[in-house]
């Protein structure tokens, strides 16, 4: 049985469109934290395009908050500069810093984290999750905008890392690929408590580890193996490594 017209459910407009407005809010964003020249010249736009989708979030105080944005910005750069200092005395396989600013998507994906969380602690709604998604989109690692990550951050290949939203990560923490720092339970009612892993200063988390819970701590100076499950918490200077035996044999046995 078809509906008549005015008994047809009313669509309500969630600004959809406001996805391409944020990229490019975003990315211009990026560039203008390491390009004087740039952000100079992109200023005004900024300014217009914050107040634009903020306008559209029903954002009150927008003009207010956008200055207290861009007051954020030396401390941004000074941040992500030392990201990428980081990552460029870390990584072998950098040439150059100037490599890492144009070519590592860790980087990139911290520098979008270190944007949004500056919008996320001035309680900004909605926009800081659409630069973080955007940023997720681009380099295939998902930070929360609401996690807390130290200096000298170095995420190695990116791909596949995710940082939940209680997430405390301290100085000089260096994540591979896969890493998940999530929750043991998903559920609405814990919206506002701890649900992530606190890491300490100079720990290390290889590939694929997954560390859960929002009271589990790993201890300064630690080194997380890659595969490892972890839901409980571990002392400093501590190493965990995930065991698993292995058979090898020569082709010829598949024949016997």
């Known amino acids: 049985m078809q509906l008549h017209s005015q008994e047809k459910p009313q669509l309500r407009n969630y600004n959809i469109c406001l996805k391409d407005t944020v990229e490019v809010f975003t990315k211009k964003l990026f560039y203008s934290l390491f390009d004087s020249v740039f952000k100079a010249e992109n200023y005004e736009f900024l300014k217009i395009t914050f107040l634009k989708i903020t306008d559209k979030l029903n954002v009150i105080g927008n003009p207010q908050l956008w200055e207290e944005f861009q007051s954020k910005f030396e401390t941004i750069q000074y941040k992500l500069n030392l990201d990428a200092k980081t990552i460029e005395e870390n990584d072998p396989a950098a040439e150059s810093l100037e490599e890492v600013y144009l070519a590592y998507p860790g980087f990139h994906a911290t520098a979008i984290y270190r944007l949004s969380h500056e919008l996320y602690k001035l309680k900004v709604p909605i926009l800081p999750r659409m630069m973080s998604e955007y940023g997720h989109g681009l380099t295939g690692v998902d930070i929360h905008p609401g996690a807390t990550i130290g200096d000298s951050f170095f995420i190695d290949h990116a791909t596949g890392i995710v940082i939940g939203e209680s ?3 301290k100085n000089n923490v260096k994540i591979y690929q896969g890493v998940t720092l999530g929750g043991i339970q998903v ?11 606190t890491i300490e200063d100079n720990v290390i988390i290889y590939a694929n580890a997954t560390i859960l819970g929002g009271d589990v701590v790993v201890g300064a100076n630690s080194i997380i193996g890659a595969n490892v499950c972890l839901t409980e918490s571990v002392p400093e200077n501590s190493i965990l490594t995930y065991q698993k035996e292995f058979k090898i044999r020569t082709r ?3 024949s016997k």
């Open 252 to 254: 010829d046995d598949d």
């Open 167 to 169: 997430s405390v990560i």
């Open 187 to 197: 559920k609405k009612s814990l919206a506002r408590t701890k649900r992530h892993p």
